[in-house]
């Protein structure tokens, strides 16, 4: 099983900030198969990023990926309020298939 | 537009079984993959397997094989996940979701999901 471990478990800043979300793997990914969720209390995770760093339809800008083999991040620029939820990260591949991390609760400081 | 409706909120003792419904709309129907995640209180996202709308055929995680059914009704465009022998770490909110592509150019991602459904497992 390929696990994903995410950090930090909880980020704490302020809009207009910068957030770097990081997602590791305990073996190398295909970068094409890294996933980025974002999830709001009481929703279901909606599709941020797919292939590490390709933005879903509708998602802005100030939304970026990057990242290969084990280390990925996650850049949101310009923190909105609508940006403070939980991320996570999944890969496809290996047993089970499908991954996903722990997640990352980006919250308001 | 696309939308994934499930059934509502079930709550069974330990050793019951529970089957939950997700009814699909706006898009074709059997030309997809759909899957199933859940998420225990407090937790990550853990995948459960998947049923091939179109060949009707199922893959399941190895951690739920034995305990696990999925199947659908064509005529209604649902999707049914069915856990028996529950146990208490079952208590999860279970959702439906799209893989996005089809199964013609699968993308070994999740594009919708349904609105989730609690499951609690208590005597």
């Known amino acids: 099983e390929i696990v994903l471990t995410q950090s930090p478990g909880t980020l704490s800043l302020s809009p207009g900030d910068r957030a770097t979300l990081s997602c590791r793997a305990s073996q190398s990914v295909d970068s094409r198969q890294l996933v980025w969720y974002q999830q709001k209390p009481g929703q279901a995770p909606r599709l941020l990023i797919s292939g590490a760093s390709t933005r879903a339809t509708g998602i802005p800008d100030r939304f970026s990926g990057s990242g290969s083999g084990t280390d990925f991040t996650l850049t949101i620029n310009r923190l909105e309020p609508e940006d403070f939820a939980v991320y996570f990260c999944?890969?496809?591949?290996?047993?089970?298939?499908?991954?996903f991390g722990q997640g990352t609760k980006l919250e308001i400081k | 537009q696309v939308q994934l409706v499930q059934s509502g909120a079930e709550v069974k003792k330990p050793g019951a079984s529970v089957k939950v419904s997700c009814k699909a709309s706006?898009?074709?129907?059997?030309?997809?993959?759909m899957h199933w995640v859940r998420q225990a209180p407090g937790q990550g996202l853990e995948w459960m397997g998947f049923i091939n709308l179109s060949a009707d055929t199922t893959g399941y995680t190895q951690k739920l094989q034995g305990r696990l059914s999925m199947t659908r009704d064509t005529s209604t465009s649902t999707i049914y996940m069915e856990l028996s022998s529950l146990i208490s770490e079952d208590t999860a909110v279970y959702y439906c979701?799209?893989?996005?592509?089809?199964?013609?150019?699968?993308?070994?991602?999740?594009?919708?999901w349904g609105q989730g459904t609690p499951v609690t497992v208590s005597s």
């Open positions: 979701v799209r893989e996005e592509g089809g199964v013609a150019v699968p993308k070994q991602r999740f594009d919708y």
């Open positions: 706006g898009y074709t129907f059997t030309t997809y993959y």
């Open positions: 999944q890969q496809y591949g290996g047993s089970p298939p499908y991954t």
